[in-house]
């Protein structure tokens, strides 16, 4: 297991010529020619999609490598997010669901006493991606019918926590905090690096609907309620249910508690930092485009 690099490193697939630092640089020549937008992270520049989304440079081309590279197996487990939703979170419970056999949650030896959820399980942007539209996720994802766990959480709470997130990384930088009501206005109109919340969220809910199997859908505020009976749902999904004698040795509220380190996110944290102008704003986007699609946040 490995943290996130610069440049994907996928094994190359039968007939291909280039190396991944080839597609790296192609891919990013080809994005730098699309039309940009100025984002909110560092100064950075967003572009803008063939299909509509915006993403900064690195994690927009790592995706098109990925596409390119990534051999999915059926066996597969795709954690998926917007960004600041719960992607840490869901990523340590997926780990120590998955492995506790290997890695009792209760043991001394866990991984996550040395190493955090993202070295455990990377990022497709980079190594494996957690943050695509799933329009954009590789097409061997969809070929391979490997399964997908997506995390929604109450959009005013990801604007928040996106706007809290950037303003760190700009004062290291030295630049100046942008406004609440400014990261606000390019949330509402969708220029963010995953593109806009509302279109992610619907493309997994749907194929959820479509397809539950394949696809789990979490909301972060059901989550935080009951942690411990979405272990559960999430063990039966990936075909890992916890026997019996495991629950009689607590063994879900063990990886509950491994894991609750990583639960930061606040539900309603929103009502601190936004005035209800802005809030009755984004309600009403997200009623208007949730509408008719059963869903709700």
């Not at 803008?48 to 900064?56: A, D, I, L, Q, V």
């Not at 040395?114 to 994802?141: D, F, K």
């Not at 630049?175 to 109109?189: G, K, M, N, Q, R």
């Amino acid at each position: 297991m490995s943290s996130s690099s610069s440049i994907p490193t996928f094994p190359p697939q039968e007939g291909d010529a280039e190396t991944n630092e080839e597609l790296y640089g192609q891919f990013t020549e080809l994005v730098s020619s699309w039309p940009c937008s100025r984002g909110l992270s560092r100064a950075n520049q967003l572009y803008r999609h063939e299909k509509g989304w915006y993403s900064t440079l690195p994690p927009m081309v790592g995706a098109m490598v990925a596409d390119a590279r990534f051999a999915a197996r059926p066996s597969d487990i795709v954690v998926a997010t917007m960004p600041k939703s719960g992607t840490t979170w869901m990523k340590a419970l997926l780990y120590s669901t998955v492995n506790r056999k290997e890695h009792p949650p209760g043991g001394p030896g866990h991984p996550f006493n040395s190493l955090g959820p993202h070295e455990c399980i990377r990022h497709l942007e980079y190594q494996l991606y957690t943050h695509v539209p799933l329009a954009s996720l590789p097409r061997s994802v969809a070929a391979s019918a490997c399964r997908i766990v997506y995390v929604c959480r109450d959009p005013k709470d990801t604007l928040v926590s996106t706007w809290t997130f950037v303003n760190k990384f700009r004062a290291e930088d030295g630049l100046e905090p942008i406004s609440v009501e400014t990261a606000a206005d390019y949330f509402c109109d969708g220029v963010s690096a995953s593109g806009p919340y509302w279109d992610h969220a619907l493309g997994y809910w749907r194929a959820h609907l479509a397809n539950p199997e394949r696809v789990l859908f979490f909301r972060y505020e059901e989550m935080s309620r009951d942690p411990a009976a979405h272990v559960r749902r999430l063990a039966e999904f990936v075909g890992r249910p916890f026997s019996a004698e495991e629950e009689e040795d607590g063994a879900v509220d063990a990886v509950v508690k491994l894991c609750s380190f990583f639960r930061r996110g606040l539900v309603g944290d929103w009502e601190n930092y936004l005035s209800p102008e802005t809030a009755r704003k984004i309600d009403a986007i997200t009623e208007a485009k949730f509408r008719g699609f059963g869903l709700s946040v």
